[in-house]
């Protein structure tokens, strides 16, 4: 009878701490992922209050240049027109990618506003049509609405780019407790157990940031019949 007391007592304290080191694992891969998104957060400004402000100063004192150009100065001005071009596309760009990393309106408007920006950025970039669903939304953590945010942006990226769809549809729903996030295309899906192995989709990383917040992930996918992705993680995960 000893004994067995004490292999309970014993797997007990093993059970105890398996639970510790989980919580360990979580608390510490959270905090590294809070690290890159304020990484993310850094870079996006300085592209848009650094390289950008200085990408627009150039390209003012370009068009000032060419206001002082004698006349008769076809060849100089047409170069001159065509570093202007230039500069405004890297503009362009270089404002994209700073929204890409980190769009400053997931941070002061919040989780719907910076969906509806993004299935409407990417389907205006020669994407497919993206149809939003999302339902009205209680007071979200930020760390929350940051994980739902880089889940939505990497599955519409995949839908798109791997997946070759012509119709995308995103619902964000709240039942029981519990926020659901769904994304559903009509590309050419799948072997789900092939694409969580590969690196290429990322649908393993998002699997396991996901587990991070205590949340659930699906993929529902066949080749040639689309592909169903669900992230489910509680309200009060962060």
């Not at 791997?162 to 729903?173: F, G, I, K, W």
């Not at 559903?184 to 157990?193: I, K, N, T, V």
Request: with cysteine.
């Amino acid at each position: 009878m000893s004994n067995d007391t004490d292999l309970r007592a014993h797997y007990q304290r093993l059970l105890e701490r398996i639970e510790a080191n989980e919580a360990e694992f979580r608390r510490l891969g959270r905090a590294v992922w809070r690290v890159q998104e304020d990484e993310r957060r850094r870079l996006a400004r300085e592209l848009h209050d650094g390289i950008g402000q200085n990408l627009t100063a150039l390209k003012h004192r370009l068009a000032l240049l060419g206001g002082e150009l004698p006349p008769g100065s076809d060849a100089l001005r047409a170069k001159l027109e065509a570093a202007i071009a230039l500069c405004s596309a890297t503009l362009e760009d270089t404002r994209k990618l700073s929204r890409l990393l980190r769009p400053p309106m997931l941070d002061d408007l919040g989780l719907e506003p910076s969906l509806r920006w993004l299935a409407r950025s990417l389907g205006e970039a020669g994407g497919p049509a993206i149809e939003t669903d999302i339902a009205p939304l209680p007071e979200l953590h930020s760390e929350l609405q940051t994980l739902l945010f880089r889940v939505a942006q990497e599955a519409l990226t995949n839908a798109i780019r791997h997946a070759q769809a012509r119709n995308v549809s995103l619902r964000l729903t709240v039942t029981d407790g519990q926020i659901e996030l769904e994304i559903a295309d009509d590309g050419r899906g799948c072997d789900p157990a092939q694409a969580l192995r590969s690196g290429g989709s990322g649908l393993g990383s998002m699997r396991e940031r996901l587990r991070l917040y205590g949340g659930r992930f699906e993929l529902e996918s066949r080749p040639g019949a689309g592909t169903r992705l669900r992230a489910r993680v509680p309200l009060d995960a962060a």
